[in-house]
């Protein structure tokens, strides 16, 4: 299978002629806490993210086994996409391992001194994406006035005061608290 790269924000992709080389990191990293004497302390080790290292080559024309365009332009397209791709999602399909999903492009150096072809030296890195929820918590005040069983949902009527009350209400405030707010 080709290395290829699928923008799933556009649908668009990039195939590759060939891989050069292709690696993978997963670093870990180990919490550290600072104490008055001594070395610091660790308590658990943070487990980062994927890593994708790939060096790949693209040329005017692809290669026999490569699906592609054949176009004079397709190596400025290749450019393109790739600047296109900075902070999108992508799904990468390695040669080695398969395919990586929610990859994020964070550098895409490339050699242009060849005439017919470049080679790029690319690195992922494959994020956990995190969902967005709404989470109710049961209060946990009483509702004055309410029978034992009934509590305060956490809602308050709200009225709208002019400068002066505002400014009386500040000040008993001030009183109140011995100078602090």
Known sequence: MPFTILDTET????????????RFDQPAAPT???IADGNEVSD?????NQMIFVRALLGRSPYLNT???ISPQRMQKAVE?????LGHRLTVTTTKR???TNCVLLRAPFTDDLVDRHVYDLEFQQVQIASIGTVILAPLARVEGGSDNSSDSGEQATETTDSETDSNLTSKLFNLTGGRK
């Open 67 to 69: 699906p592609g365009e």
């Open 32 to 34: 550290q806490h600072p």
């Open 11 to 22: 649908g668009q992709q990039l195939i590759f002629d060939t891989v050069l080389d292709e």
């Open 44 to 48: 658990h080790v943070q487990v980062g």
């Open 98 to 100: 398969g395919t990586f």
């Open 81 to 85: 996409f790739l600047r296109d791709c």
